[in-house]
C-alpha cells in the first residue's frame, strides 16, 4: 500500500497515519512487538490492507446509497506531523459523535455510518 | 385438603368457596394468598403433577395466522402452553420486568392503549411479586443496574433508558409449593381436571356449573358456592369462555364480542449486529451481582425507547438487548468478508477493538382486531372445540423495530463506543424471521367500558358478577416486558380483591 496524499483528497498514507493516532494501531496490538511470532511489519501490512479494502467496501456503498455526498477535503489533515495528526483524529471522533447525535447518518450497505464517516472513506477510496 | 386427582371426585358435587381454574404462577400465587387469608380455595387443574403427552395434545390446534417462531423454530400451539401443576413456570427462563408507566397510559398514538389504572396502582402489587419471584427488588433500571456493579455507556436518556431484566432462579411454582398445596388445609388442588366449560345462570350473570373432565372419563360437575377465577393463559381463556355456548352462542361474558380478539404477542427479531468496542468495560449483558448478593438474580440490561422518544417518533414500547454469547442463528451467521472487512475500520475511528455482538429487540404491538383467537371445528378428546390462532401484528411493529436500531446505532456512534449492522448479509432488518415471546396476551382485555373490554378493573367480567380472569389475557397492552412478573402483580392484587369482597 504505497498511495500517497497526491494522489487522493486524503492520501492513504495520512489515512493509516490517522486511524494510527486514533488507537487502532494499540488496539489490535500492531504497536510493533507483533504476536505468535509473526512479522510486525508484515502484520501492520495486512492491518493496512484490511482498512483500505473496509474503506473501498464502504465506499462503495456510500456512492450508491448517498450519491450527492462528497468526500472528507485535505483541510482535515492539515500538518502530516504527529501532533497535527492527532489533532485531527480528535476533530474527526467529534465530528462523528455530533453527526450521530443530530441523527446525520448514512446508509453504507447495512452499516449505519456517520456522515464524516461516510465521506472519509469516500475520500480514501476516491 | 390434599392433592388429588378429578376420578377421586367421581360422583360428587363440589361446591368450593372459590374456584380457580388454572394452577400456573397466577392461580397458585391467588390460592396462596387466599388461602393465608383463612379463605378455602379449590384450584383445578388440567394436567398432572409433572408434564404428560396426553395432557399436550389437549393444546393442539390451528396456527392460521403469522407462523409461531421461537429460537428459530416454527412451534404448533401445543408448544407454547403446558398443563401441568405450575403452568408455564415449570418450563420458563425466569426473565422478569415491570410494565413501564408508559405502557398503562392512554397514549394517542397508540389505538387501545390505556388501562383502567395508573403505574402507581400496581406498584406495591410489584414488589409483592418480587417477592413471590424471588428478585431484586426495583432494580429495574439504571440505577438498580448500577447497584449490581454494572456501568452503563453514556446514552443520551432522552432518547434511550436502560432497562433492566431480572432472571428468577426461576420459581417453579409447581415444584416450589406443591408440599405446601399438599399440606394445606385451605387449598384443595384437583388434577388431571381440565374446565370443559362453564355454564352460567339463566339470566347470564354468576356461574352456576363448572364441568370438569378426566382423561379417563369421568366428568364432575362443581356448583360454585363464590367467585370463579379463570386463570389459564392467553390462549385457553378465550377457548374456554368460548366454548361456553350452553347460555349463549357467542360464550360466556362475550357481549363485547371482544373474547379473543385482539390477541397480541411480544414480536422479537434478532437481526442485525452491533460492533461494540471494549465490552469489558461494558457490561451489557447479563450480570451476577456480587458474591453474597440475595437474591442471586442475573440481569441482563438493554435499552428502551424514552416516554418523549415513543410520542415524537409515533412508536409503542420495546426493548434492545445485545448478545454477545456467539453465533445465534442466522442473524448470526458467519460475517461477510465485508463485515469483517469493515469492522477494523470501526474499531480505527471507536478507537478500540471491537466485538461483535448480535441485536435481539422486541416490541409492543397493538391489540388490532384482525388478531385473533377462535373455536375449531374440531373438538379435543374432552369434547372440547380445538383453538384457531390467527396471528397478525400491526404495521408499527417493523417500524419501531428499525427505529430502536437506529436508536441504538445513534447512541453507540455518538458515544464513540461501536457501530451497528442493519443489514448483516445483505438482507434487510424486515427481512429476518419475526419471532414470538411465548407471551400470549389480550384475548378478554380489561376496561372500564363493558363495550371495549371483557374485565374490569378487578379483572371481574362484565357480564358475570362472579367470575374473574386473572393473567396476561386481561392485559389492554403490553408494552414489550415478560408478562409473568405483572400477572403475579395482578394475582396479589386480585386476592386482595377477594378477600376484602368476602369480608363484605
Not at chain 2, 178 to 188: F, H, P, Q, T, V
Not at chain 2, 394 to 422: C, F, K, Q, T
Not at chain 2, 455 to 477: I, K, M, N, Q
Request: charged share 20%; aromatic share 4%.
Amino acid at each position: 500500500v504505497t498511495g500517497g496524499a497526491a494522489d487522493h483528497p486524503i492520501g492513504r498514507r495520512r489515512f493509516l497515519a490517522l486511524a494510527a493516532a486514533a488507537g487502532f494501531g494499540a488496539a489490535v496490538g500492531c504497536s510493533g512487538t507483533g504476536e505468535g511470532g509473526a512479522d510486525p511489519g508484515e502484520e501492520a501490512a495486512e492491518r493496512d490492507d484490511a482498512l483500505l479494502a473496509a474503506c473501498a467496501v464502504l465506499a462503495a456503498a456510500v456512492s450508491t446509497s448517498a450519491p450527492d455526498l462528497t468526500p472528507l477535503d485535505d483541510s482535515v489533515l492539515a500538518r502530516d506531523d504527529a501532533d497535527g495528526v492527532r489533532a485531527a483524529a480528535a476533530a474527526l471522533r467529534d465530528a462523528i459523535a455530533a453527526d450521530f447525535v443530530a441523527g446525520a447518518t448514512v446508509d453504507a450497505g447495512g452499516w449505519v455510518l456517520a456522515t464524516t464517516e461516510a465521506r472519509l472513506v469516500l475520500a480514501v477510496a476516491a | 385438603m390434599t392433592i388429588r386427582s378429578l376420578d377421586e371426585l367421581a360422583g360428587t358435587t363440589p361446591t368450593p368457596t372459590i374456584l380457580v381454574i388454572g394452577s400456573g404462577p397466577a392461580g397458585l400465587t391467588l390460592a396462596l394468598d387466599l388461602a393465608e387469608a383463612g379463605l378455602d380455595v379449590m384450584v383445578t387443574e388440567s394436567g398432572a403433577a409433572e408434564m404428560t403427552e396426553a395432557a399436550r395434545q389437549l393444546d393442539r390446534g390451528e396456527v392460521v395466522g403469522e407462523p409461531l417462531r421461537f429460537n428459530g423454530n416454527e412451534l404448533g400451539t401445543e408448544d407454547v402452553r403446558m398443563r401441568v401443576l405450575g403452568g408455564a413456570s415449570e418450563h420458563w427462563t425466569g426473565m422478569c420486568r415491570p410494565l413501564d408507566p408508559i405502557d398503562l397510559r392512554a397514549r394517542p398514538w397508540r389505538p387501545g392503549s390505556g388501562w383502567p389504572f395508573s403505574a402507581d396502582e400496581l406498584e406495591p402489587w410489584y414488589r409483592r411479586a418480587e417477592d413471590t419471584l424471588e428478585l431484586r427488588s426495583g432494580a429495574w433500571d439504571a440505577a438498580g443496574w448500577h447497584a449490581a456493579g454494572g456501568s452503563t455507556p453514556p446514552f443520551d436518556s432522552d432518547v434511550l433508558l436502560t432497562a433492566v431484566h431480572q432472571f428468577s432462579p426461576p420459581v417453579r411454582f409447581g415444584t416450589r409449593h406443591r408440599d405446601a398445596l399438599a399440606e394445606s388445609a385451605r387449598i384443595d388442588v384437583v388434577l388431571d381436571a381440565t374446565a370443559t366449560e362453564l355454564v352460567t345462570a339463566p339470566d347470564g350473570r354468576r356461574v352456576q356449573e363448572v364441568v370438569l373432565r378426566s382423561r379417563s372419563g369421568v366428568e364432575v360437575v362443581a356448583r360454585p358456592d363464590g367467585p370463579v377465577v379463570v386463570a389459564v393463559g392467553g390462549l385457553e381463556t378465550p377457548r374456554l369462555l368460548l366454548a361456553s355456548r350452553r347460555r349463549a352462542a357467542s360464550g360466556v361474558a362475550n357481549s363485547s364480542g371482544l373474547v379473543g380478539v385482539g390477541f397480541m404477542e411480544h414480536p422479537h427479531r434478532w437481526a442485525g449486529r452491533a460492533h461494540v468496542a471494549a465490552p469489558d468495560d461494558l457490561p451489557l449483558h447479563r450480570l451476577a451481582p456480587p458474591p453474597g448478593e440475595a437474591p442471586p438474580t442475573l440481569l441482563w440490561a438493554g435499552w428502551s425507547p424514552s416516554d418523549a422518544t415513543q410520542e415524537a417518533e409515533a412508536i409503542g414500547n420495546g426493548s434492545i438487548l445485545l448478545w454477545f454469547d456467539g453465533p445465534r442463528e442466522e442473524a448470526a451467521a458467519v460475517p461477510t468478508a465485508e463485515a469483517a472487512a469493515v469492522a477494523p475500520l470501526l474499531g480505527a475511528v471507536a478507537g478500540r477493538p471491537s466485538t461483535e455482538a448480535v441485536i435481539t429487540m422486541r416490541v409492543e404491538q397493538l391489540p388490532i382486531d384482525t388478531s385473533q383467537v377462535r373455536l375449531s371445528s374440531e373438538a379435543d378428546e374432552l369434547g372440547v372445540p380445538r383453538l384457531v390462532l390467527d396471528w397478525h401484528v400491526d404495521d408499527g411493529v417493523d417500524r419501531a423495530m428499525r427505529r430502536l436500531v437506529e436508536l441504538l446505532a445513534r447512541e453507540l456512534g455518538a458515544a464513540g463506543i461501536g457501530r451497528v449492522e442493519l443489514e448483516p448479509q445483505g438482507t434487510p432488518l424486515e427481512g429476518w424471521p419475526r419471532e414470538i415471546g411465548n407471551h400470549p396476551m389480550g384475548t378478554a382485555r380489561m376496561s372500564a367500558d363493558p363495550s371495549r373490554g371483557v374485565v374490569d378493573a378487578d379483572l371481574r367480567c362484565h357480564d358475570v358478577e362472579d367470575l374473574y380472569v386473572l393473567g396476561s389475557a386481561t392485559f389492554p397492552t403490553g408494552g414489550h416486558a415478560n408478562p409473568t412478573l405483572t400477572v403475579v402483580a395482578l394475582a396479589h392484587r386480585l386476592a386482595a380483591h377477594l378477600v376484602a369482597r368476602s369480608r363484605g
